[in-house]
């Protein structure tokens, strides 16, 4: 159990700035994950938490405790890594072992922890075997038991299934979960898979070029994004993000917010002609690139598969669909009526013309 | 179509003909002075020096083992040896891993110019050093020790940088999951790093234990006693006393000399081969 704090975090790798005056809580019991596009520093933040790759400056503090000097091995924290870092030349039991035997743990206990772990993740009959005579997801599962074996107030995970077959990772997957709802200490995964990210946090921390775009739950990262980053970041096919010229907003709208219509309905915020350029049946939705007018391109997801290239329809989006962004590309949280309908009503009509 | 399968395999019969006697002539090109030099020891003196000479002896003897051992006191030459090669190979371990291990893993200041003298001590020839290191050993009153032929070897740049390669190949995970599980650095070379690297530490120490094993030129400069020489001058010694040269004795020396070097390699053969790939897990 445990609340990690990242206090005005700074590191670079000679003189490439990584991350920039970074302030994070993640809050304990809490399934965490970073995630973000490659390069945006969020397994240099899982290394910081883990001291093998400390921050250049600024402080890490663990349930209040700051833990920036204290060696690895010494911080109650696990790692599973990528790569699973098992020692090859161990046999499984070694491997699980290891840790706790250069933490002096009695004999009895160690041998208590490492039957019950090995048999939550199922590695009984491979304890005398050496990794080399293993599977890729059985590997994964001694890394998983080495790390659990420690009873880690923390558990970090740096993309630990990116090296399983689809199968396999969806499956352990939903294991990790249940493992989170099992044990109720601190996860902090990292993934550059949304989907992964969605479906496995409670709490998720999107980052970019070294900064935190939006830490919430799933179903607000989803539903209430905080910039275009972050709307088009999470969700495939990503946000369809209109700039209007002359205006100095972002239009922005989910390809499976869209409705499409032989004839406009007068209810719809946003109205629009367009035309089917592509269209991918994917089984249960098919998508659709549309062209409008002005040449712009967005995409659309439906259920209904009925449509073809060439057709021209009306694009419709409701209001509480629309998400607004200001020139930076940060959401403008106001309502139509409020502040944009003019504008909106302007947009809509130049563009039907 | 018939015929030009058959001009194929003609071909491919001929090319692996052709690549099986050139590999059976380097055998024999490094095998028969082994063999002559085996055969030559179990000969007596009068069919050494026949001509043409004969390629299996007529009489087989032990004479010239015999005559080893009454003519020298061996067992001195070889504790000698022993002592001198089991200290440097222990030393040159005890020296060159922490040191591979820190130019490998660390970084810190002068790493580069560190690494460049032992690239530096690696290129010059011990024929440059020898006047300076006697001087210094006989200012030191070591040239009746064995001293003298072992701390001037307790460190071998070779060793460290090959060493040093092996221990670069280790994946950084492995490290760092190490030092989570609060591994001390020693622990972490002892069991992480040399397991992972056994193949080219046996490399290095075979290396070491034949260049120790087989020095002839240093010991004799560094050592003014009998008392302190090693087996490879007392086979020396064989020569010298006879008018003529004894061959089967000279070589009943020398099997007695190189048998412990084959013995080793072909218990480690295997090792020798594997260090220059190293089998991580992925």
């Known amino acids: 159990m445990a609340k990690i704090e990242f206090q005005n975090i700074h590191k670079s790798f000679g003189t490439t700035k990584v991350i920039e005056n970074l302030n994070l809580t993640l809050e304990d019991g809490k399934f965490n994950v970073l995630v973000g596009p490659s390069g945006c520093g969020k397994t240099t933040l899982l290394r910081i938490i883990a001291g093998i790759g400390p921050a250049t400056s600024g402080r890490i503090l663990l349930d209040g405790v700051d833990i920036s000097n204290v060696p690895p091995g010494q911080r109650g924290v696990a790692m599973v890594f990528q790569s699973y870092a098992i020692y090859p030349m161990m046999t499984v039991r070694q491997n699980i072992e290891f840790g706790l035997k250069n933490n002096r743990v009695p004999k009895a206990e160690r041998e208590r922890r490492i039957s019950e772990v090995s048999q939550i993740v199922g590695l009984e009959p491979y304890l005398g075997r050496k990794p080399s005579q293993l599977s890729g997801g059985q590997r994964q599962r001694v890394a998983l038991a080495r790390a659990m074996v420690k009873e880690p107030t923390v558990f970090l995970m740096d993309e630990p299934l990116s090296n399983l077959d689809a199968k396999l990772r969806a499956a352990m997957r939903s294991e990790l979960v249940q493992l989170h709802k099992q044990l109720q200490t601190t996860f902090v995964y990292v993934t550059h898979d949304q989907v992964e990210a969605m479906a496995m946090g409670d709490c998720i921390i999107l980052m970019d070029q070294g900064r935190i775009m939006q830490q919430s739950d799933p179903e607000t990262m989803y539903r209430d994004p905080d910039n275009i980053f972050t709307a088009q970041f999470i969700g495939t096919p990503p946000t369809n993000i209109l700039g209007l010229e002359s205006e100095s907003f972002k239009l922005g709208f989910r390809p499976e917010a869209i409705s499409l219509s032989v004839n406009p309905a007068p209810d719809k915020a946003f109205t629009h002609r367009v035309s089917i350029l592509t269209r991918e049946m994917l089984g249960a939705e098919t998508l659709y690139k549309l062209r409008l007018r002005n040449g712009q391109e967005v995409m659309a997801r439906l259920t209904d598969s009925s449509l073809m290239v060439g057709d021209e329809l009306y694009l419709q989006v409701d209001e509480e669909n629309l998400y607004f962004f200001d020139s930076e590309g940060n959401r403008v949280r106001k309502t139509l009526s409020q502040q944009y309908g003019a504008m909106l009503e302007r947009v809509t009509r130049s563009h039907e013309s | ?282």
């Open chain 2, 1 to 282: 179509m018939y015929s030009k399968h058959t001009g194929l395999d003609l071909r491919r019969g001929v090319t692996s003909g052709i690549s099986f006697a050139f590999k059976l002539f380097m055998l024999v090109l490094f095998l028969f002075p082994f063999y002559w030099l085996i055969i030559t020891s179990f000969k007596t003196y009068g069919e050494s020096i026949v001509f043409p000479p004969t390629l299996i002896p007529r009489n087989f003897t032990l004479a010239a083992f015999e005559q080893v051992f009454s003519r020298l006191n061996l067992w001195n030459y070889l504790k000698n040896s022993i002592i001198v090669t089991l200290s440097v190979i222990i030393i040159q371990t005890l020296v060159g891993v922490p040191a591979a291990y820190a130019l490998a893993r660390y970084s810190f200041r002068g790493k580069g110019v560190m690494l460049a003298l032992v690239m530096a001590a690696f290129m010059v020839p011990t024929q440059i050093t020898f006047i300076t290191v006697y001087i210094m050993m006989s200012k030191l009153r070591w040239l009746n020790t064995l001293l003298p032929q072992i701390v001037p070897f307790g460190a071998s740049a070779y060793g460290i940088f090959l060493l040093r390669q092996a221990f670069m190949q280790v994946p950084a995970d492995i490290i760092e999951a190490a030092r989570l599980d609060n591994a001390s650095e020693l622990k972490i070379i002892t069991r992480i790093m040399l397991p992972a690297a056994r193949s080219s530490l046996m490399t290095v120490s075979l290396f070491s234990f034949v260049g120790s094993w087989n020095s002839y030129f240093w010991p004799l400069v560094m050592s003014n006693s009998e008392k302190v020489r090693p087996l490879t001058l007392a086979i020396e010694r064989l020569k010298d006393q006879d008018a003529g040269i004894n061959w089967p004795v000279i070589m009943a020396g020398n099997m007695i000399m190189v048998l412990p070097v084959l013995v080793i390699f072909l218990l480690l053969s295997n090792k020798i081969i594997s260090a220059v790939g190293y089998r991580g897990i992925k």
